[in-house]
């Protein structure tokens, strides 16, 4: 306790003197970043790691070119192009995806399998790229426990960076803010009319994930879990696509 206390002081030294304030173009806000983007991709680095070492991926080749040729039409339009994008699929039946720091995209192989098109995947796909480029998953980890992560990559401690990079893996199960998955949902729409998607696709993939949700609520790391909200998002996805948001939309919007 003493050295989380320690750390966290630390983090805040930090903010104050290495900082930088930078616009983000999806999120169209000046921010302030503790972490650049070289250290964003270190962490991300080292969160991918440690994730292939807990799940295994597909080696399906025609499964990896199906989700490698999204991504690229996807990174091809998105904001953010500092940074080289990764995808892998995750060999489990789970309706999931997840996004690390620094351009890395996971998709359970759940996820494929329950997608009828390539629309569909592509609406999971731009949704996580757009966590990435308005950066939620490394505002997130620096804001819960930057310092201890900060501290074990400056200084290349195995037990500390071991420590780090599993709480990192584990924030990033957890429940984005519904502002952030209004906010990864609006410019995932953006990233597919722009790469030629259908983006109603979102909106029946959101379908299907209510419909799995009300049938197996529980499951373990399962996308309700990961990406709550889904009567809400639906509606949120209806007006960004539209422009216009409906008496039923406007319903589930309000009853948040």
């Known amino acids: 306790m003493k050295y989380f206390f320690t750390l966290c002081f630390l983090l805040s030294t930090l903010c104050l003197t290495g900082c930088s304030t930078e616009y983000n173009l999806a999120t169209k806000q000046e921010e302030t970043l503790i972490y650049g983007t070289d250290k964003e991709v270190s962490i991300g680095e080292a969160v991918a790691a440690k994730m292939e070492e807990q799940y295994e991926t597909v080696t399906d080749v025609d499964l990896n070119e199906r989700a490698q040729k999204i991504l690229e039409r996807i990174v091809a339009v998105c904001d953010r192009k500092d940074i080289v994008y990764f995808i892998k699929v995750i060999d489990k039946d789970l309706m999931n995806a997840v996004s690390l720091p620094g351009g890395y995209v996971y998709v359970f192989k759940g996820v494929l399998d329950k997608a009828e098109n390539d629309d569909e995947l592509a609406g999971v796909i731009a949704h996580e790229v757009a966590h990435i480029n308005a950066r939620h998953a490394v505002k997130r980890i620096q804001n819960a426990y930057g310092a201890l992560i900060l501290q074990g990559l400056a200084t290349q401690s195995n037990a500390r960076v071991a420590q780090g990079v599993n709480f990192a893996l584990l924030s ?74 409906d008496f039923k939309d406007y319903l589930n919007l309000m009853g948040n």
């Open 172 to 245: 990033l199960f957890s429940a984005y803010s519904q502002q952030d998955e209004f906010e990864a949902d609006r410019l995932g729409v953006k990233y597919m009319k722009l790469a030629g998607y259908n983006p109603d696709a979102m909106v029946t993939f959101l379908e299907k994930l209510r419909k799995e949700e009300e049938k197996q609520p529980g499951r373990e790391y399962s996308y309700w879990r990961t990406h709550p909200f889904l009567p809400q998002r639906i509606s949120a996805v209806n007006q960004a696509i539209t422009g216009k948001l």
